[in-house]
């Protein structure tokens, strides 16, 4: 069975740190792109980053660029985000997805994030 669980998140102040994570079992990890995908309240999943089978080439869209840094272990079938100088819009759930027949495949709660003063 393909699962994924991920953890990390919390509430922080704005400028704060958190570092997500992400276990995956049930699957071939290094065969799949690996996305973070997030939603905010009242809003539709987006990607915020993603990352190749090999950990290279990691793209992150305009707005957390320069500020989160996606990565993964193969060896541990783990996927990370480290997200710095956090802002209230970054707020919301984030899901660790597999990229599989070109869609998002998320299978976990996800884990709230929240940005706030």
């Known amino acids: 069975e393909v699962q994924m669980e991920e953890y990390g998140g919390g509430h922080v102040q704005p400028g704060g740190s958190l570092r997500l994570s992400c276990v995956a079992s049930?699957?071939?990890?290094?065969?799949?792109?690996m996305y973070w995908v997030r939603q905010a309240p009242g809003k539709g999943l987006e990607w915020v980053s993603k990352i190749d089978v090999d950990g290279e080439s990691p793209d992150y869209i305009d707005s957390v660029r320069g500020r989160f840094t996606i990565s993964r272990d193969n060896s541990k079938n783990m996927l990370y985000l480290q997200m710095n100088n956090l802002k209230p819009e970054d707020t919301g759930v984030y899901y660790c997805?597999?990229?599989?027949?070109?869609?998002?495949?998320?299978r976990g709660q996800g884990t709230q994030v929240t940005v706030s003063s």
């Open positions: 997805a597999r990229l599989y027949r070109g869609s998002w495949d998320t």
């Open positions: 049930g699957f071939t990890f290094n065969y799949f792109y």
